[in-house]
């Protein structure tokens, strides 16, 4: 057992004493398909090795018992009356799990649980979601019941969407539940198929660097995207026909009949219906071992990001063209919903140190910030973990 999983565990026999249940639930990185998920298009993350870890036992009563090890704080609530801890907002994940478990007809127990996690917090990691699946298995192990892997991803992007407010789409919660080992998964967004295709291998790194910003802006313009590409969606089915979202809508289409949209309308649908479109090339361009033209689709995302999604700032495309500028780069993107948090890129194993050291001093000479660069390992989605 790691030794963070054990200081969980030791936690949890000093607080509530007894036998626990350890599950956890890991963070994602998306390797490209960006704004994707919400439009019924496709998505290519993996789950990263940071990650959220519950220490659970069940209880008699219907009480909820929460200690968090990051937070040092506890909060308690029944399960008969679920509202909002705003003193404690890291609760509100479990608080919106088990409600969104008992409104789908799940018979929840009580439960005790220590709490910790090293995904970073806002940085568009998905800490959010790992602390949704994470909660979702833990009242699975301590009442008795399983959740198939697919619905459990959607109960938890619901419970985000109504009990946290973020509008999100439903990639973190599923890479989380059912992210592979070594592997990215092509997930098609409208039908939830997936296919496991293996990433890394010996010869390259995913490289994750963080920006330290995070933008206020970040829900209420991602709320403000998807509103814009509904809108682009209505506009659009004047001319085509049989279209539910921009996933069905291809680049030839948006060039022929674009003139039906105003301009930023225009390139926020430009940047969907290609980024759909590069997805599925970089992946093909995976499978052939053409890691040159997988890394070329990936900065194109960026620049579509950048100009048509406007979702990008300026420390991101700080740390983005200093990574583009160091050899054995193959591709440099920013990830998650934007205005601030990390970049990744796909960088030959060789090329890491380089990469460090030249990225971190780019960014520090034009922010005067120090950026957190970690290589990242594909792992298996959220589980329970040795006991
Ligand atoms: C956030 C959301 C996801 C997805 C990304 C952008 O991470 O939670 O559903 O929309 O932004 O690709």
């Known amino acids: 057992m790691t030794t963070r999983m054990q200081a969980v565990r030791d936690e949890f026999a000093r607080v ?10 890991p963070g ?11 439009n019924e ?5 993996v789950a990263i090795d940071r990650e959220v870890r519950f220490a659970v036992s069940p209880r008699d009563d219907r009480k909820v018992v929460l200690r968090s090890l990051n937070f040092d704080a506890e909060s308690e609530f029944s399960l008969s009356n679920i509202t909002k801890d705003a003193d404690q907002p890291w609760s509100n994940y479990v608080r919106g799990i088990a409600a969104v478990l008992q409104d789908a007809g799940h018979v929840l127990r009580g439960m005790n649980a220590v709490i910790e996690g090293n995904v970073p917090l806002g940085s568009g990691l998905s800490s959010s979601a790992a602390m949704e699946i994470g909660a979702l298995l833990a009242f699975e192990a301590v009442s008795g019941f399983q959740i198939a892997p697919v619905s459990a991803a959607r109960l938890a992007q619901k419970a985000e969407n109504q009990f946290v407010g973020v509008n999100c789409g439903i990639m ?5 539940r059912l992210g592979r080992k070594g592997h990215a998964l092509l997930i098609d967004c409208r039908t939830l198929s997936y296919e496991p295709v293996p990433v890394g291998g010996d010869e390259v790194r995913i490289v994750v660097a963080d920006s330290k910003v995070k933008r206020g802006l970040v829900d209420s313009e991602y709320n403000k995207r998807r509103a814009e590409c509904e809108r682009a969606v209505v506009l659009l089915s004047g001319r085509l026909s049989n279209i539910g979202a921009l996933r069905d809508v291809t680049p030839e289409q948006l060039a022929a009949h674009g003139d039906l949209l105003a301009d930023v309308t225009r390139r926020r649908a430009r940047h969907v219906v290609t980024e759909n479109d590069r997805c599925l090339r970089s992946v093909e361009a995976l499978r052939a ?16 990001l950048r100009d048509d999604y406007e979702v990008s700032c300026r420390e991101l495309d700080i740390l983005v063209e200093a990574a583009w500028a160091v050899p ?3 591709g440099s993107r920013m990830t998650g919903a934007g205005f601030g948090g990390c970049t990744v890129s796909l960088v030959r194993a060789d090329a890491v140190e380089r990469f460090r050291a030249e990225v971190s001093r780019a960014y520090e000479q034009a922010t005067g910030r120090t950026p957190e660069i ?3 390992s594909a792992e298996d989605g959220a589980g329970i973990a040795e006991a």
């Open 328 to 330: 054995g780069v193959l």
């Open 41 to 45: 298009g496709f998505v290519f993350p």
């Open 374 to 376: 970690y290589v990242c």
């Open 16 to 25: 509530f004493g007894g036998e626990c249940t350890l599950v956890r639930a």
């Open 172 to 176: 973190d919660q599923f890479i989380s």
């Open 289 to 304: 071992g053409d890691l040159e033209a997988f890394g070329k689709l990936m900065n194109q995302s960026h620049i579509s």
């Open 28 to 38: 994602r990185v998306n390797l490209i398909g960006e704004h994707t998920d919400y």
